[in-house]
C-alpha cells in the first residue's frame, strides 16, 4: 500500500475549493486508490460530492493537518504547507484561542483583533526578555527580543519592518516593539530618554494619523525610526533615536472622503478650544475642512485628553511653550484659510457673472483671523488668492484667477504650510531624541502601510504599491537566503529553490522610459497633461510584461504587482507629482512675523531617509540654507517633483535594509466592519497573498518544511520501530532506523547534523502511522485491564461474603456469652442493691435523732444565756445611772464655788488697779522704765556689727571651700578613671591567661610533644629556683626599705605640719593632696581591718599573708555601677595648673604604699605572730569601735538630711541638671561610706563574744594595728566633715545663682510686658498714626532689631569659646588618661614582682573587674572602624563571630558617646554607618555580605530599641541592662532610617536571588525528567533558525535538559544554599520565613508566567510534573519546619496544576470554578484556550468556555476584573521587622584580635 492509499484512507480530512469561504473542510467516504476517477467526499455542510481526478493523482485534493499540528505557533510546521492549511491554522488561533501572533518562518503575523488585549504590560516584557524566539507564544515583544539579543551579540543593525494594509495595526505594532526596546534598553540614568522615545508617539499619531474608512488611526505616512544603542560594558543602552518620513498625504488636510476624518490634531485642538479662545475657534463641522466626511467623532476615544496627552509629549520632547503655541496657532490659521470664501465676481455696472475673476471680501472674518494669527498682511493674502504671477521673458503678468484657481491656491497653501509644520516637527523631535553623541548601532522600526487597491487609485496609491514591490523583493531575497543557509549549516544535499522574482516590474517604474520617467518628462512640459502622459505610456510600455493598457479610453493603465492587478486613473497624477504652491503666496507667509511661521516656510525639502541628508550642504548645485536664515529658493528647472524625491528616499530606505538583518511583521485586517474577533476569509487571504506570507509559505514547502531535532523525534516516534533497533545513547541512528523503516522515499527527508528534514506531508504520515500502532496496542491493553478489573472484582467479592460468614458466626456467639454475663451480673446487683438499701434507712433515722436532740439541747442553753445576759445589762444600767447623777452634783457644788471666788479676785483686781494707776503718772517710774532699753540697744547694735565681719569672713572661706571643692571633685574623676583602667588591665591578663591556659590544654591533647612539655617542666624548675633566689634578695632590699620608710614617715609628718601652715597662707593645693593621702589611707586600712576580721571569724589557724597592691586596694572598696555612676556623672576638668602637682603627688603616695604594703607582709610572715593573732581581742576596744561607728553613722545621716534640704530649697533655676548630677554623685559616695561602716559595725559586734576568751597581754600585740583603726575612723570622720563644708558651699552658691536668675527672669518678664503693651499701643494708634510716626516707629524697631542681632551674635561668639574650651578639656582629658595609663602600667609591673604566684589568696567581699559595655573610639578614627567592619568583613570571618557582633560594637560605641554626651559623634556614627551600607546595598555585592548586615542592621535596630529607655521594650531586661540604657540621647528618628534601611536592604536581597534563580524556576517547575524521560517542549516544532545554540544545546544534552541534574533539584539545592546561609549568619527564622515566602511567590509568577505563554506544554501531563516538583519543594519547606504560610504563594501554581489534570465538560464548570479559587478569570481562560489536547480526549466546546466565563466573572474576586493573565514578577512582599529581646550581656563582648581593630576601639 503506497503512502498515498495510507493517507487517503476512508474517513480521512481535507480540503476542497468553496465559492464564498475559499476552502471547506470534507472526509472521505471511501478510500482512495491508485488509477481512480474521483473520490466520494462529504463536506461539513453534510452535501455529498465526487471530486474528478486524474490518473495519475496529481490533483488530490489536500490534506488537513492532524490534530496536535492545529494551532502550531509557526505556520511552517505545519506538515502540509498549503493555503487552506495556512488559512485554517491562523483561524482556529485568532477565533478559538484569541491568539492574534502566528510566526511564518522569520515573519511575524499579527492580525488585529479590534478589542483591547491584556499583552503588554510591565510583566509581558519581563516575562519575553531573554527568552529566544520560539520559546514563548509568539508576539511582538518576541521579535523584538530577537533583535535586541542579535544587537547585544554582534553589535550589528537590525530592522523590523512592519507592513499591512489600512487598519490592520501597523501603528500599533510599532509603538509596541519601540516601547520594548525603550524598556529594556534603558537604564537609571537615562530615563528621560525612554521618556522621549514614548512621547513621540503620541506626537506622530496627532500630526501623522487619520481616520478612515478602514482604520480609526491610520497613519498617512511612512515612518522609519531609528532607535540608537550604545554598548556600555557589553550592554546595549538606548541612547536616543531618529525619525525619518516621508509621503505625507497632504490632499487629507483639504479634502476627505465620506467617512473619514483629517488629521486628529485638528480634532483635538477644536476639543480644547476652551483654552485658547485667541484662537477663536468654533466646532469641528463649522469648518471647511473639517467637515467633508461627515464622521468627527471616533468610538470610545476623547480628543480633548489625546490633546492634552499630545501637548504634555510635547513639552517632554523639549518643546517650549512659546512653540506650542505658535504651532496651535498655525494650526488654527490653516482652519480658518480653509473657511475664506470666494465668492462671483459682477462685471462693473451690471449684474453678469465675471468668469474670469472671483471676489473675497475685505471684512471676511477668516481672513482677518488668518491674518492675525500668522502675523501676515491680510491684504497682501488677499490679493494673491484672487491674482497670480506669470513670468514672461522680460516682464511679469498679472492675471486674475477665477473661483476654481482661487480655491485650488488657498488649498495648495494650506497643503504646503502643513506639510512644512510637520517637516519641522520631526526636526524637533529628532533634534531632542537625538543627543549627537555617537552610536554604535541602531535597530530600525519601519511602519509602512501596505498593499493598496480601490476602486479608483491615484498617484498615492502607486507611490505605496511601488514601495511594497521593492520591500516584496527584499523580503523575498532575504527569506530565500536565510532558506538556503539552513540546509548549508545542516551540511544536507538541496536543490535551488526557485521563487517569484518581481525586478521586471520594478523595472517597469524605475527604468528610463518607464511611469516614473515619463511622468517627470511630461511634468516639465509647458503644457503637459495627464491625458498626454496616458498616451505616452501605452506608447513606451507596451514592451514591459507587467503593463496593460485599458480596453476602452486612455484616462487610466494596469500594473501587474506581485499581489494582484491594478487599474491606475491618470487624472491628477501630474499636478500631484509637481505639487506647486503660488511663489507669492509662500513669499506672504515667509514675511510673517512669528518667528516658528518664517522658519517653517524657509525649511528645505531633503531627503530624510538618507543617511548624510542631515550633513549634506549642497542641492542640485545650489545653496541650501539653514532655518532662520535667507534661503536660495531652487528654480524650476532643478526642483524635483514628487515621484523623483520618492524613489529617492525609497532607494535609501532600501539601502538601509540591506546593511540590516531584517525582522517582518505582516499585519492582518480580520473585516472591515471593525468587529472583534470577526473572520472574513476572502479578505484574509487576499492579505496573506498580498503581503508575502503564502510565497514564504511557498518557499518553505518547496524545500523541506518540516524539522525535528533528533531528542524530540526520538521522544515522539520511538514506539514506530522495534527496540532492538532503538538506541538511546545513540539517538541519531535510532531516528534514522525510525525513518529508513517507514520512508522509502529517500527523497522524502534528510538528516542534518542535529536536526531531521522532512518535505510536505511526511510528519502527517508518521502522525498516521504511530495513531494507528497506539490503537492497536491500546486495544490490547485495555482487554489486559478490563481482565484485570474483573477479576480484582471477583476476588473483592469473595473476600467478602467469607468476612461477612465469619463476622456473623462470632457475631451469634458474643452475643450468647453476654446473655450469660447479664444473669450472673443481675444477681450480683440485687443483692448489693438489697444491702445498700437497709444500710441507709438505718443511716437516715440515726441522723434524724441526733440532730433532733442537737436543737433541744442548743435552744436550752440559749434560754438560760439570755436570762443571764439580761440581768448583767440591768446591772450596767443601774451603775452609769447612779455615777451621772453623782457627777451631775459635784458639777453644780463646783461652779457655785468658782463663781464666789471670781466675785472676791475681781474686787481684788480692781482695787490693785487704781493704786497703779497714780503711781503710772509719777516721773521717776518712767526713768526707771527706759534705763534697761538704752543698754539693750548699745549691745544690740556691737552684736549686729560681730555678725557683719563673721558674714564677710563666711563668704571669703565660702569661695575658698568651692575651688578647693572643685579641685577634690577633679581628683575623685581622675581615680575613677584609674581604677576603670585598672580594671580593663586585669579583664586582658584574665584574657591571657584563659587563653594560656588553652594553650597548654591544646599542647597536651597532641601526643608528640610530651617530650618538648617534659624540657618546658625542667626549665621552669630552674626558673622557679632562680626565682627563690631573686626574693631572697628582694627580702634583703625589702629591710633596706623599711628603714627608708620610717624616714619617709618622719619627712612627711614635718611635711604634714608645713602644711599645716601653708593652710593658713591659703595654699589649698597640699591641703587637698594631703586629705587625699588620708583618704587612700583610710582605705587602705579598713580594707586590711576588714580581711583581718573574716579571716578571724572563720578561725582560720593558717593563715597565709598575701599582699595587694595600691590599685586593689582602691579598686575593691568601691562598686563601679557602669557608665552612669557618680565618678563619671561630674563631669568636672581639672585646671591645668594642678597637672603637675598631683602627678607628683601620685608617684609619692604609691611609694609610701608599696613600702608600707611590703613591710606589712614581712611582719605577718613571723611565725610567732601568727600563733599570738589567735588571742587578739578586747572587750573595751570593740565597744569603743562600736561607738565611733555609730557616731560616724550618725554625722553621715545628719549630712544626707542637709543635703536633701538643699535639693527641696532649689526646685527650679538654670543650674537644676548639675545640682542633680553632683547630688547623684555625693549620693553614691555616701551609701558607700555607710554601707562600708555598717559592715565594720556589724562584723565588730559580731566579734566581741569570740575576743573576751583571748588573754589581756595578747592584746598589745596588736596594739598597731588598733591604733591604725582609730585613724581610719578620724579620717573617715574627717572626710565627711569635708563633704559637709563643700555641700554648705555648693548650697550658698547656688542659692546666689538661683536669687540671681529669679531676679533675671523678672527683669526679662517686665521688660516683654513692656513691650507687649508698646505693641499693644501702637497696633491701637496705627489708624490715626501719620506717616512721619510710621517712619519713626519703624527705624525704632529696626534699631531694636540690629540690637537683638549683636546680642545674638554675641551669645554665638560666646558659645563658640564654650566649645573651644569643651574640646581643650577633652584633650587635656585624654592625656591624663594616657598619663593614668602608664602609671597603672608601672603599679602593675611593681605588684606582680611583690605578689606571690597563688591567684587564689585575692578572694575577698569586694568586687572584681566590672565592664561598663562600652568601646571608647575617636571621631577621626570612625571611617577606618566602619571600613573595617563593613567592607574588610568577610563571610569567612563573620561565621566564627556572635550573631550580628558588628551590631554590638557599634551600639556599644553608641554607648561611649552617650556617656560623653557627644551629640556630634554619635550623629556622625550613625550617619556614616547608613551611607556606607545604602554603598552596599545600591552596589553589586555578594549575597553572603547584604545577609550578613541585614542580621547585623536587624540587631542594631533591636538594640536601639532593647537600650532605648521605652517601655514597650526595656520590660524583659535585667536591672544591670536597665543601667546601660542610653542616658541622654533619643534616636528614634534613627531608629526610623535603620528600618527603612533594613527594607531597602531586603528589596536588595530579594531581587538578587531572584536574578540567580530566574533561569531556573521554569525548567525546574514545567519539565520533569523522572516523569518524562524527554523533552516533551515543542512536539515537533522546530526550533527557531536565529535562536543561535537551542538546538545545539538539545542534541548535546542527551536528556534534553543539559546536565545530569535534574532542573528541580538544582532549584531546590539553591533554596538550601540560601537557607544555610542565614542559618550561619545568625539571621531569625520569622525573617527567614519572610524571605522563602517571597522567593516561592517568585518561584510562582515565573512559572504561572511561563506557562500562560506558552500554549504547547498546556497539557495533562505538564499538570502531573507541576504538582511533582511542588511536591518536592513542599517536603523540602516541611523539612526545615517552616511555617504554612510559606506555602501559600504556590497555591495558584498548585491549582493550575489541578486545572491541567481536571475533566473539561460543561458538567464540570462549578468543580472548576470551586478549584481556582486564587486565579483570576483571564488565567483560567487562558489555560483553558491554550490546552493542548491529546488524541484521545474531548474537545472543549465554545458552550463550555462560554459557561465558565460566566462563572467566572460571577466570583468576588478582588483581581477578578483585571484582563491579565500574568503575574507581577516584580512585587515584593513587605518586609515585617518585629523586636527580639537580647540576652547577651554588652560587659561579655570581648573584641577578637583577627578583626584589627584594638588601635581604635578599647573596651572600658
Request: charged residues 25%; contains cysteine; proline residues 2%.
Amino acid at each position: 500500500m503506497s503512502s498515498e492509499e495510507i493517507l487517503y484512507a476512508k474517513g480521512a480530512k481535507i480540503w476542497v475549493p468553496h465559492a464564498e469561504q475559499v476552502w471547506e473542510s470534507a472526509t472521505l467516504e471511501e478510500s482512495y486508490r491508485k488509477g481512480a476517477g474521483f473520490l466520494k467526499i462529504c463536506t461539513e455542510s453534510g452535501s455529498l460530492q465526487e471530486v474528478k481526478l486524474k490518473a495519475d493523482g496529481s490533483n488530490l485534493p489536500p490534506l488537513r493537518n492532524p490534530q496536535i499540528l492545529v494551532g502550531q505557533n509557526d505556520l511552517t510546521n505545519l506538515s502540509y504547507l498549503h493555503e487552506p492549511g495556512v488559512l485554517y491554522n491562523l483561524r482556529v488561533r485568532f477565533c478559538e484561542r484569541q491568539i492574534i501572533y502566528t510566526y511564518c518562518g522569520i515573519v511575524l503575523v499579527a492580525i488585529n483583533p479590534y478589542a483591547e488585549m491584556p499583552l503588554y504590560g510591565p510583566s509581558i516584557i519581563r516575562a519575553y526578555r531573554g527568552h529566544a524566539m520560539g520559546e514563548l507564544e509568539p508576539h511582538i515583544f518576541a521579535l523584538a527580543e530577537e533583535a535586541y539579543t542579535k544587537l547585544e551579540r554582534e553589535n550589528c543593525n537590525l530592522s523590523i519592518i512592519v507592513s499591512g494594509e489600512s487598519g490592520a495595526g501597523k501603528t500599533v505594532s510599532a509603538k509596541y516593539a519601540m516601547r520594548y526596546f525603550a524598556a529594556v534598553g534603558g537604564s537609571e540614568s537615562e530615563t528621560q530618554v525612554e521618556r522621549k522615545v514614548l512621547a513621540s508617539s503620541p506626537i506622530m499619531e496627532a500630526f501623522g494619523n487619520a481616520k478612515t474608512t478602514r482604520n480609526d488611526n491610520s497613519s498617512r505616512f511612512g515612518k522609519f525610526t531609528k532607535l540608537l544603542f550604545r554598548n556600555h560594558m557589553g550592554v546595549m543602552y538606548l541612547q536616543g533615536a531618529t525619525m525619518h518620513t516621508y509621503l505625507l498625504e497632504k490632499s487629507r488636510v483639504v479634502y476627505q472622503a465620506q467617512g473619514e476624518r483629517n488629521y486628529h490634531i485638528f480634532y483635538q485642538l477644536c476639543a480644547a478650544r476652551a483654552k485658547y479662545p485667541e484662537l477663536v475657534l468654533d466646532h469641528q463641522d463649522k469648518f471647511r475642512f473639517l467637515n467633508m466626511g461627515g464622521a468627527p467623532d471616533i468610538e470610545r476615544i476623547s480628543d480633548a485628553d489625546q490633546f492634552n496627552e499630545t501637548v504634555q509629549a510635547m513639552s517632554v520632547l523639549g518643546f517650549s511653550i512659546s512653540q506650542i503655541a505658535d504651532i496651535v496657532k498655525i494650526l488654527a490659521g490653516i482652519l480658518h484659510l480653509g473657511n475664506i470664501k470666494v465668492s462671483n465676481k459682477y462685471t462693473e455696472g451690471s449684474e453678469e457673472i465675471d468668469t474670469e475673476s472671483c471676489e473675497i471680501f475685505q471684512n471676511d472674518l477668516n481672513l482677518q483671523i488668518t491674518g492675525d494669527l500668522l502675523k501676515v498682511n491680510s491684504d497682501d493674502l488677499r490679493r494673491w488668492l484672487l491674482m497670480r504671477k506669470i513670468e514672461s521673458v522680460n516682464e511679469y503678468v498679472l492675471i486674475p484667477n477665477n473661483i476654481e484657481a482661487a480655491e485650488a491656491a488657498r488649498d495648495a497653501l494650506a497643503k504646503h504650510l502643513y506639510a512644512k509644520l510637520f517637516q519641522y516637527i520631526v526636526g524637533v523631535l529628532n533634534k531632542s531624541l537625538n543627543n549627537g553623541s555617537k552610536q554604535c548601532s541602531f535597530i530600525g522600526v519601519l511602519d509602512i502601510y501596505g498593499f493598496e487597491t480601490f476602486e479608483v487609485n491615484s498617484f498615492e496609491q502607486f507611490c505605496i504599491n511601488y514601495a511594497n514591490e521593492k520591500l516584496q523583493q527584499q523580503f523575498n531575497q532575504h527569506v530565500f537566503k536565510l532558506e538556503q543557509e539552513e540546509y548549508l549549516k545542516e551540511g544536507i544535499t538541496w536543490t535551488m529553490i526557485d521563487y517569484y522574482d518581481n525586478q521586471p516590474c520594478i523595472d517597469l517604474i524605475e527604468l528610463r522610459l518607464g511611469v516614473l520617467d515619463l511622468l517627470d518628462e511630461e511634468c516639465r512640459m509647458p503644457k503637459g497633461s495627464d491625458e498626454s502622459w496616458a498616451g505616452k505610456l501605452i506608447e513606451k510600455c507596451q514592451k514591459f510584461p507587467h503593463f496593460e493598457k485599458p480596453r476602452f479610453g486612455t484616462t487610466s493603465f494596469f500594473i501587474k504587482h506581485f499581489s494582484d492587478t491594478v487599474e491606475y486613473d491618470v487624472n491628477g497624477f501630474l499636478e500631484k507629482n509637481r505639487d506647486t504652491v503660488s511663489k507669492e503666496l509662500t513669499n506672504v507667509l515667509a514675511v510673517s512675523n512669528m518667528l516658528l511661521c518664517k522658519q517653517v516656510m524657509e525649511l528645505e525639502e531633503v531627503d530624510t531617509l538618507s543617511v548624510d541628508a542631515a550633513k549634506s550642504s549642497t542641492l542640485g548645485g545650489r545653496v541650501v540654507i539653514s532655518a532662520g536664515r535667507k534661503q536660495v529658493v531652487p528654480s524650476k528647472q532643478h526642483r524635483k517633483t514628487v515621484g523623483s524625491q520618492f524613489q529617492e528616499s525609497l532607494t535609501s530606505l532600501i539601502s538601509t535594509l540591506h546593511s540590516t538583518t531584517p525582522h517582518y511583521v505582516r499585519c492582518i485586517k480580520p473585516n472591515d466592519e471593525k468587529i472583534a474577533y470577526k473572520w472574513d476569509t476572502a479578505k484574509i487571504i487576499q492579505q496573506l497573498r498580498a503581503c508575502g506570507v503564502l510565497e514564504t509559505v511557498r518557499i518553505s514547502a518547496a524545500g523541506f518544511p518540516s524539522r525535528w531535532i533528533y531528542p524530540d523525534f526520538y521522544v515522539r516516534y520511538q514506539l514506530l520501530a522495534h527496540r532492538s533497533k532503538i538506541d538511546k545513547n545513540d539517538m541519531k541512528q535510532s531516528c534514522c532506523n525510525i525513518v529508513h523503516k517507514w520512508i522509502q522515499d529517500e527523497d522524502k527527508y534528510r538528516f542534518g547534523n542535529k536536526q531531521i528534514f522532512f518535505r510536505a506531508g511526511q510528519v502527517a504520515y508518521l502522525e498516521q502511522v504511530r495513531s494507528n500502532l497506539r490503537k492497536r496496542y491500546i486495544t490490547i491493553v485495555q482487554s489486559v485491564v478490563r481482565r484485570f478489573i474483573h477479576r480484582r472484582r471477583f476476588l473483592r467479592l469473595q473476600r467478602v461474603i467469607n468476612g461477612l460468614q465469619r463476622y456473623a458466626r462470632g457475631y451469634l456467639a458474643r452475643e450468647r456469652a453476654q446473655k450469660m454475663r447479664e444473669v450472673r451480673a443481675a444477681l450480683i446487683l440485687s443483692k448489693y442493691a438489697k444491702g445498700w438499701l437497709c444500710r441507709r434507712r438505718y443511716l437516715r433515722l440515726r441522723h434524724s435523732i441526733f440532730g433532733i436532740q442537737t436543737y433541744a439541747r442548743g435552744m436550752l442553753a440559749r434560754i438560760k444565756f439570755f436570762a443571764l445576759r439580761d440581768h448583767y445589762r440591768a446591772v450596767q444600767i443601774q451603775r452609769f445611772v447612779r455615777g451621772v447623777l453623782a457627777r451631775r452634783a459635784y458639777q453644780r457644788k463646783r461652779r457655785n464655788i468658782i463663781i464666789c471666788q471670781s466675785a472676791v479676785r475681781r474686787f481684788l483686781a480692781r482695787r490693785k488697779f487704781k493704786r497703779m494707776k497714780a503711781e503710772a503718772k509719777t516721773i521717776s517710774h518712767m526713768e526707771n522704765k527706759y534705763m534697761g532699753l538704752e543698754n539693750k540697744i548699745i549691745s544690740m547694735q556691737q552684736r549686729i556689727d560681730e555678725l557683719n565681719r563673721d558674714n564677710s569672713n563666711l563668704k571669703h572661706k565660702t569661695s575658698e571651700i568651692s575651688v578647693l571643692k572643685m579641685k577634690l571633685e577633679l581628683k575623685k574623676n581622675l581615680e575613677g578613671e584609674l581604677k576603670n583602667v585598672k580594671v580593663a588591665c586585669m579583664d586582658k591578663d584574665m584574657l591571657i591567661g584563659a587563653l594560656n591556659k588553652q594553650l597548654e590544654s591544646e599542647r597536651d591533647e597532641k601526643m608528640q610533644l610530651l617530650e618538648e612539655n617534659g624540657h618546658a617542666q625542667e626549665e621552669w624548675l630552674g626558673q622557679k629556683q632562680l626565682w627563690r633566689l631573686e626574693n631572697e634578695e628582694l627580702r634583703k632590699q625589702i629591710d633596706e626599705m623599711i628603714e627608708m620608710a620610717k624616714n619617709v614617715e618622719a619627712s612627711q609628718r614635718d611635711q604634714k605640719e608645713r602644711l599645716l601652715t601653708e593652710i593658713d597662707n591659703k595654699e589649698l593645693n597640699e591641703a587637698y593632696q594631703r586629705a587625699i593621702k588620708d583618704k587612700e589611707v583610710i582605705e587602705n586600712e579598713n580594707y586590711i581591718l576588714k580581711e583581718e576580721l573574716s579571716r578571724f571569724a572563720g578561725g582560720v589557724t593558717n593563715y597565709s599573708h598575701r599582699t595587694r597592691s595600691v590599685s586593689n586596694a582602691s579598686s575593691q572598696n568601691e562598686e563601679d555601677v557602669g557608665y552612669a555612676s557618680a565618678k563619671n556623672t561630674l563631669d568636672i576638668n581639672r585646671p591645668p595648673d594642678l597637672l603637675n602637682k598631683s602627678d607628683s603627688f601620685i608617684d609619692t603616695t604609691s611609694i609610701v604604699m608599696k613600702l608600707r604594703s611590703i613591710l606589712e607582709e614581712e611582719k605577718l610572715k613571723h611565725k610567732y605572730l601568727q600563733e599570738q593573732y589567735l588571742k587578739l581581742a578586747s572587750r573595751n576596744k570593740p565597744t569603743e569601735d562600736s561607738f565611733r561607728v555609730s557616731e560616724l553613722e550618725v554625722e553621715n545621716e545628719k549630712l544626707r538630711s542637709e543635703y536633701d534640704q538643699l535639693r527641696t530649697s532649689i526646685k527650679h533655676g538654670v543650674e537644676i541638671n548639675e545640682l542633680n548630677a553632683q547630688h547623684a554623685a555625693l549620693q553614691e559616695e555616701v551609701r558607700r561610706r555607710r554601707e562600708e561602716c555598717i559592715q565594720l559595725k556589724a562584723v565588730l559586734l559580731q566579734q566581741s563574744q569570740t575576743l573576751r576568751s583571748f588573754e589581756p597581754d595578747s592584746l598589745q600585740l596588736r596594739g598597731n594595728d588598733v591604733h591604725e583603726l582609730l585613724e581610719a575612723f578620724q579620717s573617715q570622720k574627717l572626710v565627711n566633715r569635708q563633704l559637709e563644708s563643700e555641700l554648705k558651699a555648693i548650697t550658698e552658691e547656688h542659692n546666689s545663682k538661683l536669687v540671681e536668675m529669679t531676679q533675671e527672669i523678672e527683669r526679662l518678664n517686665t521688660e516683654r510686658q513692656e513691650l507687649q503693651n508698646v505693641i499693644f499701643e501702637s497696633i491701637d494708634e496705627f489708624e490715626n498714626a501719620s506717616v512721619e510716626t510710621l517712619k519713626q516707629n519703624d527705624r525704632y524697631l529696626r534699631r531694636e532689631l540690629k540690637k537683638a542681632i549683636s546680642q545674638y551674635l554675641l551669645v554665638q561668639e560666646e558659645l563658640k569659646l564654650a566649645n573651644a574650651k569643651l574640646k581643650a578639656y577633652r584633650q587635656d582629658d585624654g592625656q591624663l588618661e594616657h598619663k593614668l595609663e602608664e602609671e597603672m602600667s608601672r603599679s602593675r609591673s611593681s605588684n606582680n614582682n611583690s605578689k606571690d604566684v597563688d591567684v587564689g589568696a585575692n578572694v575577698t567581699k569586694q568586687k572584681s573587674q566590672n565592664p561598663q559595655g562600652l568601646m571608647k573610639f575617636h571621631s577621626s578614627d570612625l571611617d577606618k572602624i566602619l571600613q573595617r567592619l563593613l567592607s574588610n568583613m568577610t563571610p569567612r570571618t563573620v561565621v566564627g563571630l556572635l550573631p550580628g557582633f558588628p551590631a554590638y560594637l557599634i551600639f556599644m560605641c553608641i554607648r561611649y558617646t552617650d556617656l560623653t554626651n557627644a551629640d556630634e559623634d554619635v550623629r556622625e556614627l550613625l550617619s556614616k554607618f547608613v551611607i556606607q551600607i545604602k554603598k552596599m546595598h545600591r552596589t553589586p555585592h555578594p549575597i553572603e555580605n547584604r545577609v550578613i548586615w541585614l542580621v547585623n542592621s536587624i540587631t542594631l535596630l533591636n538594640l536601639l530599641k532593647q537600650y532605648g529607655d521605652v517601655d514597650e521594650y526595656v520590660k524583659f531586661n535585667t536591672e544591670k541592662q536597665n543601667q546601660q540604657q542610653l542616658k541622654n540621647f533619643n534616636l528614634y528618628e534613627y531608629r526610623r532610617v535603620i528600618l527603612d534601611l533594613i527594607v531597602n536592604l531586603y528589596q536588595a536581597l530579594i531581587i538578587q536571588i531572584q536574578g540567580l534563580m530566574d533561569a531556573k524556576i521554569a525548567p525546574a517547575i514545567l519539565n520533569n525528567d523522572e516523569i518524562q524521560r524527554g523533552r516533551h517542549a515543542a512536539h515537533g516544532m522546530r526550533s527557531r533558525t536565529t535562536s543561535i545554540g537551542a538546538a545545539a544545546a538539545a542534541a548535546s544534552s542527551p536528556d534534553g535538559n543539559g546536565g545530569n541534574v535534574p532542573a528541580w533539584k538544582q532549584l531546590i539545592g539553591q533554596l538550601e544554599h540560601f537557607y544555610k546561609q542565614f542559618q550561619h549568619f545568625g539571621l531569625d527564622n520569622c525573617y527567614a520565613e519572610q524571605i522563602f515566602h517571597q522567593l516561592l511567590y517568585f518561584v510562582c509568577a515565573v512559572a504561572l508566567n511561563c506557562l500562560m505563554l506558552r500554549g504547547d506544554i498546556c497539557m495533562w501531563e505538564t499538570g502531573m510534573i507541576i504538582r511533582y516538583n511542588l511536591g518536592c519543594i513542599e517536603d523540602w519547606v516541611r523539612d526545615k519546619k517552616m511555617s504554612n504560610d510559606v506555602l501559600k504563594p504556590l497555591a495558584p501554581l498548585n491549582q493550575v496544576s489541578q486545572l491541567l489534570q481536571s475533566r473539561k465538560s460543561e458538567e464540570d464548570v462549578q468543580s472548576i470554578v470551586d478549584l481556582c479559587t486564587s486565579l483570576t478569570t483571564a488565567q483560567v481562560l487562558k489555560v483553558m484556550k491554550s490546552y493542548k489536547l491529546d488524541d484521545y480526549e474531548s474537545e472543549i466546546t465554545n458552550v463550555f468556555l462560554e459557561k465558565l466565563t460566566k462563572e467566572l466573572n460571577a466570583r468576588d474576586m478582588k483581581s477578578n476584573s483585571s484582563d491579565e493573565f500574568t503575574m507581577d514578577q516584580k512585587f515584593i512582599q513587605p518586609f515585617k521587622v518585629v523586636f527580639r529581646y537580647s540576652e547577651i550581656s554588652l560587659e561579655d563582648i570581648e573584641l577578637p584580635s583577627h578583626l584589627n581593630l584594638d588601635e581604635f576601639l578599647t573596651k572600658i
